[in-house]
């Protein structure tokens, strides 16, 4: 760490480590006479015997006084847990801890004769509702993301609309609407006039026996039918917009 000397003969200091159940080390040590005061500051560490992105990092440091002593703590932010305990209810997701859901967009296709058709999302929390401009119409081939927070106990839904044809509400339009978590079946559905089928947008979490999810235990995928109501109709394909949500436990949760 920084520090600030009086004049007089260089400072020497002694410094204890350790590591905590979490694996938090923290760096003690004893300030000699010389020194008036103590800064933030950053310390690099690198792994031995690694090599590659993430081999070294820099990690931000303070120092609080304790008498004589002080004690240098990592302020880095903790990773966060999996919530990985959550129910599915009819096309909500219900986590049993207070949470963080971070969605990512896995690909939207709806065309009507002029070409594609827009699709906006919107995220609804316990009854809430949670939008973002960026997801007006994500029918673009382009990435999206956005995050929410939430109680234990809070419902967590997707309302997908589009101009002129179906919005669908994941919490009460079950028939347009399929989720999906790890173990469940793969959807064999065809895509709607030479579009991709409902499989190709979930292939990343595709187990190697091709017939099973694969997520993370903490993930859950949406699929959403725009096109048509008709289940027997060859446009009722299921990824009219594909969304994956990843659950993180929050200890502060929502308002």
């Known amino acids: ?3 600030r000397r009086r004049e007089g003969p260089p400072a020497r200091r002694a410094a204890d480590c350790g ?15 010389d020194v008036t005061e103590i800064e933030g500051d950053t310390v690099t560490v690198t792994l031995d015997g690694a090599s590659g992105p993430g081999a070294t990092v820099t990690i931000p440091l303070e120092v609080r006084g304790m008498g004589e002593s002080y004690e240098v703590r990592n302020t880095t932010a903790s990773t966060p847990e999996p919530e990985d305990d959550f129910d599915i209810d ?6 049993s801890d207070a949470f963080t859901g971070d969605f990512e967009l896995l690909g939207s296709a709806i065309t009507d004769g002029r070409g594609p058709v827009p699709v906006s ?11 973002s401009a960026d997801w007006d119409d994500v029918n673009d081939r382009r990435s999206h993301s ?3 927070v939430g109680d234990a106990g809070d419902s967590l839904a997707i309302i997908a609309a589009t101009d002129g044809y179906v ?15 790890d173990g469940d079946r793969v959807p064999r559905i065809r895509g709607y006039n030479g579009q ?16 099973t999810m694969e997520l993370d235990s903490n993930q859950a995928i949406f699929l959403f039918e725009l096109g048509t109501t008709d289940t027997h109709s060859p446009a009722f394909d299921m990824q009219d917009v594909v969304i994956l949500v990843t659950l993180w436990e929050d200890g502060e949760g929502g308002d």
């Not at 590591?19 to 006479?33: I, L």
């Not at 919005?167 to 978590?181: G, I, P």
């Open 196 to 211: 991709d089928d409902a499989a190709e947008f979930v292939a990343p979490y595709i187990s190697d026996d091709g017939k």
């Open 1 to 3: 760490a920084r520090h």
């Open 90 to 95: 009819d096309g909500e997701v219900v986590p």
């Open 121 to 131: 999302v919107t995220f609804v929390v316990d009854g809430e509702q949670h939008h």
């Open 146 to 148: 956005f995050s929410v």
């Open 19 to 33: 590591a905590d159940e979490s694996g938090r080390a923290s760096f003690t040590y004893t300030a000699p006479d």
């Open 167 to 181: 919005t669908a509400d994941s919490s009460v339009d079950h028939r347009q609407v399929a989720v999906l978590r």
